[in-house]
């Protein structure tokens, strides 16, 4: 006589038994074990043509879908905040090295002195924690103006995740140009503030173009959605500015001639 080592329930003879004791208590599977599968095999699935067509042609961005496509919409609003913060440590970076060569020869041939100067000046200007906050009001105030004022003033109503993946997405060709940006730091500052500031405008520009396609705004209305997007982004901006702009600007009156 056969017995089940899970139930105990008696086995007859050539019967196939399913154990529910078995079923109704399954192995305990970790919470975080499915999260970080997941986020991994989103990272796999990403298709590098998208990428580089969204690179190529930022407007094939409004394709995107909320729900398939939400991580080409995150990596462009990543993309864009990294490149901006990596233009402000560049930019920081080489203003240290203008204040350090004030002081002549004194520190070049002593690698701890100028380090130590180095560091010093590093935590008296905090200038990439001030940027990266600017960045990211600028960015979360862009996109939320174009959703906001493109719902109120479109004629075509646009669910909030698909908007805000396809907003998203236009911005990863900006986060592109920022890094080069930043790069062109080391060789020539001046071209690396028109670059930064090319780059910002038309990122604008784009945003507010694909907002009025998005959203199907009518020209008559154009020009308000337009005026007012710029008007809160440009208030937004100086707001937070404030915080921080007499401390920069001080830096660019004091070494401006050295940096440029």
Not at 16 to 28: R, V, W
Not at 219 to 239: D, G, K, T
């Amino acid at each position: 006589m056969a017995f089940c080592t899970k139930c105990g329930t008696q086995l007859q003879e050539n019967e196939i038994h399913t154990c529910m004791a078995s079923q109704s208590s399954p192995e305990p599977v970790s919470a975080s074990a499915p999260l970080v599968m997941t986020a991994r095999e989103q990272l796999a699935r990403v298709d590098r043509h998208k990428i580089l067509n969204l690179l190529k042609n930022p407007m094939s961005a409004l394709h995107l879908k909320g729900d398939s496509d939400w991580l080409y919409g995150l990596l462009g609003i990543i993309a864009s905040l990294i490149g901006f913060v990596l233009w402000s440590w560049s930019f920081k970076h080489q203003l240290i090295k203008a204040m350090i060569s004030q002081f002549g020869g004194l520190m070049r041939d002593d690698s701890k002195a100028y380090s130590n100067a180095y560091s010093n000046a590093s935590e008296y200007m905090p200038i990439v924690n001030h940027m990266f906050i600017l960045g990211l009001v600028s960015l979360i105030v862009m996109l939320a103006a174009v959703f906001l004022l493109g719902s109120k003033l479109g004629t075509q109503r646009t669910d909030w995740k698909n908007s805000l993946v396809q907003l998203g997405g236009l911005q990863l060709v900006a986060g592109a140009v920022l890094i080069v940006a930043a790069l062109v730091m080391f060789v020539s500052v001046k071209a690396s503030f028109v670059l930064l500031l090319t780059t910002i405008i038309a990122a604008l520009a784009l945003t507010l173009y694909a907002g009025i396609e998005l959203f199907r705004i009518n020209r008559e209305r154009a020009v308000w959605f337009i005026a007012a997007a710029v008007l809160i982004q440009v208030i937004a901006e100086l707001i937070v500015f404030n915080s921080f702009g007499t401390e920069l600007m001080d830096a660019f009156k004091g070494m401006g001639g050295d940096l440029f």
